[in-house]
């Protein structure tokens, strides 16, 4: 089953770090436009970081210089770096991706998938 598998989640205290990871499961022949999201109880679900074609990332204001999303082409994975973490930053994070798989001579899109999800808490 083409899935995405989320890992790095944890318990932390305010200022430490985590690195989420997000790797592609199954048979996948790349992943890309990718991003993180996050929700915390009771509300909405948020775009953290994003990265697209050349290099392109954009992050919400609120993690920008905190947090750094990266990818492994050759993984099928994408990271986020999460770096002086606040409580605010509690959150389940989700990554989110558009997925290929290989076919004859050319690749076959199957659609947006997205993580199970992943738990951060940054106690104060």
């Known amino acids: 089953q083409v899935q995405l598998v989320e890992s790095g989640g944890g318990l932390v205290q305010a200022g430490g770090s985590l690195r989420l990871s997000c790797a592609g499961s199954?048979?996948?022949?790349?992943?890309?436009?990718m991003g993180w999201y996050r929700q915390a109880p009771g509300k909405q679900r948020e775009l953290v970081a994003a990265m697209f074609s050349g290099g392109i990332t954009n992050y919400t204001d609120s993690v920008k210089g905190r947090f750094t999303i990266s990818r492994d082409n050759a993984k099928n994975t994408v990271y986020l770096q999460m770096d002086s973490l606040k409580p605010e930053d509690t959150a389940v994070y989700y990554c989110n991706a558009d997925v290929w798989t290989k076919r004859p001579y050319t690749a076959s899109y199957l659609g947006r998938y997205w993580g199970q999800g992943t738990q951060v808490t940054v106690s104060s």
């Open positions: 199954g048979s996948i022949l790349s992943i890309d436009a």
